[in-house]
């Protein structure tokens, strides 16, 4: 087992300037898609060491319920550091399921607190305008990724013209269409799992919104018009009073979503060429993703032979 059950647990810092390249360089559909997925490899597989480490240092604990072979100087001759690494990874570890419990938690009460407000709404429209002298505007997902609403207040539309609702409106129904709110819970449970893994979470943050920016953009046909709808609706804003899409959901930097919406369009491409900084960003998460699984699972193995083999029949 070795060096290698450590592997996962700090791999995850590569995913700093990964979140730096991949939020600038790709687009954001790519980019959401890529760090997502590599922040749930990389979360899965370091709370699966530290998961096995717990193993080992539970063995050491006098009065545990574990078989007696497990604790034998031969077994802790063949799995290295388990009395130090082992046993503090237990607190460790405690914590871990703690965080992701209360943001699995959170998450749940967020869209139950948020369903019964709107539950005295007629009809089953998509947009639900309410009478509100506060301007927020969120989209509320549906139960098990059906449907959903558009939720916006009369203040805010009071504050935008035709083409700027129209602007709003899309973006979103692209954050319902697209299931962000998915995106966005799979990396706070990242971050929680493993803190190194924050920053992908930012930049995830901020790549959904700018997905749903050119989405928008694509539907009312003007980039401009999206921008304007974004930096009106950044102003006068105060926050929704229920917090939108998984409960996790942040408006991002508008001064960047801005100048992005009056620059060009980003280039869909799937894969970037290697030699740039996207596609180094792109084999840098794979890379590491990768190692991070082979290592999760050398230790798995290992540790699983050496005590099969200590424990009785």
């Known amino acids: 087992m070795g060096v290698f059950v450590f592997l996962p647990l700090v791999l995850p810092l590569t995913a700093w300037p990964i979140a730096h390249l991949a939020e600038r360089r790709l687009h954001p559909r790519v980019a959401t898609l890529m760090l997502a997925a590599t922040a749930g490899v990389l979360a899965v597989c370091s709370s699966l060491c530290l998961g096995l480490l717990v193993v080992v240092g539970t063995a050491q604990l006098p009065g545990n319920p574990l078989p007696d072979g497990w604790s034998d100087p031969e077994v802790r001759e063949a799995l290295p550091y388990d009395e130090v690494a082992g046993t503090a990874s237990i607190p460790a570890l405690a914590a871990v399921l703690v965080a992701v419990g209360r943001t699995l938690w959170r998450h749940h009460r967020t869209r139950r607190?948020?369903?019964?407000?709107?539950?005295?709404?007629?009809?089953?429209?998509?947009?639900?305008?309410?009478?509100?002298?506060?301007?927020?505007?969120?989209?509320?997902?549906?139960?098990?990724?059906?449907?959903?609403?558009?939720?916006?207040?009369?203040?805010?539309?009071?504050?935008?013209?035709?083409?700027?609702?129209?602007?709003?409106?899309?973006?979103?129904?692209?954050?319902?269409?697209?299931?962000?709110?998915?995106?966005?819970?799979?990396?706070?449970?990242?971050?929680?799992?493993?803190?190194?893994?924050?920053?992908?979470?930012?930049?995830?943050?901020?790549t959904v919104e700018r997905w749903a920016d050119e989405a928008a953009a694509r539907a009312v046909g003007s980039r401009r018009t999206v921008a304007r709808a974004i930096g009106k609706a950044a102003l006068v804003s105060r926050g929704a009073p229920t917090s939108t899409l998984a409960g996790f959901a942040e408006p991002g930097p508008v001064p960047r979503r801005v100048a992005a919406l009056l620059g060009p369009a980003p280039a869909v491409r799937a894969w970037p060429p290697v030699f740039t900084a996207a596609g180094l960003a792109v084999w840098t998460a794979v890379a590491g993703a990768a190692v991070s699984a082979l290592s999760s699972a050398n230790s798995a193995v290992t540790l699983f032979l050496v005590l099969r083999a200590t424990t009785p029949l």
């Not at 319902?176 to 706070?188: E, F, M, T």
């Open 113 to 206: 607190r948020a369903g019964r407000a709107l539950d005295g709404l007629s009809g089953a429209a998509s947009v639900a305008v309410l009478p509100d002298p506060a301007p927020y505007a969120y989209a509320l997902p549906g139960r098990w990724g059906r449907g959903g609403r558009v939720v916006v207040s009369t203040a805010l539309l009071s504050g935008l013209d035709g083409p700027e609702r129209r602007a709003l409106f899309a973006h979103e129904r692209a954050h319902l269409a697209a299931r962000h709110h998915r995106y966005l819970l799979a990396v706070h449970l990242a971050a929680r799992a493993n803190p190194f893994l924050r920053p992908l979470r930012t930049a995830v943050v901020y």
